[in-house]
T-cell receptor, first 108, second 114 residues
Framework: EDQVTQSPEALRLQEGESSSLNCSYT??????LFWYRQDPGKGPEFLFT???AGEEKEKERLKATLTKKESFLHITAPKPEDSATYLC?????????FGTGTKLQVIP | EPEVTQTPSHQVTQMGQEVILRCVPI?????FYWYRQILGQKVEFLVS????????KSEIFDDQFSVERPDGSNFTLKIRSTKLEDSAMYFC????????????FGEGSRLTVL
């Protein structure tokens, strides 16, 4: 069975304090890995797609990287508006399986 | 910017009643999904749909659930006889390509079963 584990479950940062979120997966035949952001009561909002080990993508204060067994979402100098739950989702053909998420809180 | 729309945003129903949740996917997308999220829990895959048939479903998607694309624009999820444990946020998503490309999600339909 596909397993997707995200850590930490929750993370509290001071504004400007950089950190990394981890996503470990055991999906066989990975076709890609997505990162999403989810605000309370809202649908997941797409951030990045990574397709192969060694690939990196950046968007504002976020950078996503991928290895063969895990992905990292690096947050540089976060702001309060970055507070959200960050979800990773490995993709095996049509099936996209979400991890449990990391709830990020950035304190001003 | 094109978006996935879902109705209703919130539905309250009695246990045992039938519920239909509706979604309008992005117009040039071909692959459609339903996910659910119980309060405080992870986003769980229910079903994927392509070319008017189910392409994959999870163990959650039992005989009480069905999906349909009744016309060229709507994609529906029906729960035949709701249970208390069906209370959750249900998200519809659509995707342009089969094996790659991101899913675009709607804002969700919150189902409360009393």
């Amino acid at each position: 069975e596909d397993q997707v584990t995200q850590s930490p479950e929750a993370l509290r940062l001071q504004e400007g304090e950089s950190s990394s979120l981890n996503c470990s997966y055991t999906v066989s035949g990975l076709r890609g890995l997505f990162w999403y952001r989810q605000d309370p009561g809202k649908g997941p909002e797409f951030l990045f797609t990574l397709y192969s080990a060694g690939e990196e993508k950046e968007k504002e204060r976020l950078k996503a990287t991928l290895t063969k067994k895990e992905s990292f979402l690096h947050i540089t100098a976060p702001k309060p508006e970055d507070s959200a739950t960050y979800l990773c989702a490995p993709c095996y053909y049509q099936k996209v399986t979400f991890g449990t998420g990391t709830k990020l809180q950035v304190i001003p | 910017e094109p978006e996935v729309t879902q109705t209703p945003s919130h539905q309250v129903t009695q246990m045992g009643q039938e519920v239909i949740l509706r979604c309008v996917p992005i117009s040039n997308h071909l692959y459609f999904y339903w996910y659910r999220q119980i309060l405080g829990q992870k986003v769980e895959f229910l079903v994927s749909f392509y070319n008017n048939e189910i392409s994959e479903k999870s163990e959650i998607f039992d005989d009480q659930f069905s999906v349909e694309r009744p016309d060229g624009s709507n994609f529906t999820l029906k729960i035949r006889s709701t249970k208390l444990e069906d209370s959750a946020m249900y998200f519809c998503a659509s995707r342009k390509t089969k094996n790659t490309g991101e899913l675009f999600f709607g804002e969700g339909s919150r189902l409360t079963v009393l």
